[in-house]
């Protein structure tokens, strides 16, 4: 009889916010005090800021709360205070350590497993570096074992947090005694840029900052309530190069996010989850909020439910993009969700866009009880 395939799973989830909240419609109003001198960005700023789908979000700078005038990161004719990206960066160095250590907590004690077990850590950012950096700090921290192999996926972008989920998946395939820890931790407000320009205001309208973990591992009989790992995909897509750029500047990272984006992922993305799933019927649909459009285009592409994208429009509307963590708030949020339906198994996608323009996406299997012995085949052959 051939072994069955070790049944992988994300096992535990855990999640973590800066505790400064921005209202959207304060920062709105400050942001447009900002360009009063400049009535046609204010314009501007008035409608993307309120289209965007987002109503609340969270940051690490208090100084992003202050009025227009007291606030160093705001547009501004007079940028002699502007925070330089050297000053950026050791804010995020601060900052960052503590949510990380927060979300990866979170999301050992969900998956009940003790740090010392964790074979793999994989931590990703795009916001910010600094060496020794947070996988030496996390290591430090939870108590990991200073062998553990570490992976830092740097400055990939939104599609980052899918990348890792994809590659802890195949380190298990070939190792299922490997239990790999991802931390993802993005502080995105603090590339917020002194500009009244259209791509940077943007970009201001809807990024937030925080922090996002996983465990992923063989599945266990102590395990329950989780997401089940099947095949996964990446391509870069055609026509996508010069539609999301991410580049260091002197006063922080400068972001262009092209307005075509949407329309080429409705585009070139179908023919790729084709490619996956084939015709399959899903029901779950775990797309990354790269923002409204994205979702509303992917929504109308595959005639889903309002309550199929209601966990991405929810992680967008209540703590905006939080570029690589994004995706696994998205699946907390899903997974509540099932919870509250009492849904037993449900299939489905998890999917998220990058610079490039990249795709990744891997099929998932929300299993709400306990995966015993007797059904591992049969759990194995549904969600692969």
């Not at 960005?41 to 709360?65: H, M």
């Not at 005694?177 to 995105?188: D, F, G, H």
């Not at 997974?335 to 489905?348: H, I, N, S, V, Y």
Request: include cysteine; glycine fraction near 8%.
């Amino acid at each position: 009889m051939a072994a069955v395939k070790p049944m992988i799973a994300m096992t535990g989830i855990g999640t973590a916010l800066p505790p400064y909240r921005m209202d959207q419609a304060d920062t709105t109003r400050r942001i447009v005090d900002a360009l009063s001198s400049n009535p046609d960005s204010a314009r501007w700023a008035r409608r993307i800021f309120k289209q965007c789908g987002v109503e609340t979000r969270y940051t690490c700078e208090p100084d992003l709360l202050n009025e227009a005038s007291a606030c160093r990161y705001l547009p501004k004719e007079d940028r002699s205070e502007v925070p330089s990206t050297a000053e950026r960066m050791a804010v995020y160095k601060r900052a960052s350590v503590p949510l990380a250590i927060s979300a990866a907590r979170d999301a050992l004690a969900d998956a009940k497993m003790n740090a010392d077990r964790i074979t793999h850590l994989i931590t990703v950012s795009c916001t910010g570096q600094f060496l020794p950096g947070i996988d030496a700090a996390l290591v430090r921290e939870l108590g990991l074992a200073p062998s553990v192999m570490r992976i830092p996926l740097t400055f990939i972008g939104c599609a980052a947090g899918m990348k890792a989920i994809c590659l802890s998946k195949q380190l298990v395939s070939g190792d299922p005694k490997a239990n790999v820890l991802i931390v993802c931790v993005e502080l995105c407000t603090l590339h917020i840029q002194p500009s009244g320009d259209r791509d940077a205001l943007f970009g201001a309208s809807f990024f937030g900052d925080g922090a996002s973990a996983c465990v992923i591992g063989a599945v266990g009989p102590q395990h329950q309530q989780v997401y089940l790992l099947g095949d996964d995909h990446t391509v870069l897509l055609p026509g996508g190069a010069d539609e999301m750029i991410w580049e260091v500047g002197n006063a922080g990272f400068d972001l262009y996010l092209s307005p075509n984006i949407p329309r080429l992922i409705g585009e070139y993305v179908p023919a790729e989850v084709s490619r996956l799933i084939g015709e399959a019927h899903l029901e779950l649909w775990a797309i990354h909020p790269g923002g409204k459009g994205i979702i509303e285009v992917l929504q109308s592409r595959y005639g889903l439910s309002d309550e199929q994208v209601a966990p991405s429009l929810g992680v967008l509307r209540d703590i905006g993009n939080v570029s690589s963590a994004t995706i696994l708030f998205v699946m907390k949020k899903m997974r509540e969700q099932l919870r509250e339906r009492g849904t037993a198994r449900a299939a489905g996608l998890a999917l998220a866009f990058g610079p490039g323009l990249t795709a990744e996406m891997i099929k998932i299997t929300y299993v709400a009880s306990k995966v015993t012995s007797k059904r591992r085949a049969e759990d194995a052959q549904y969600v692969l």
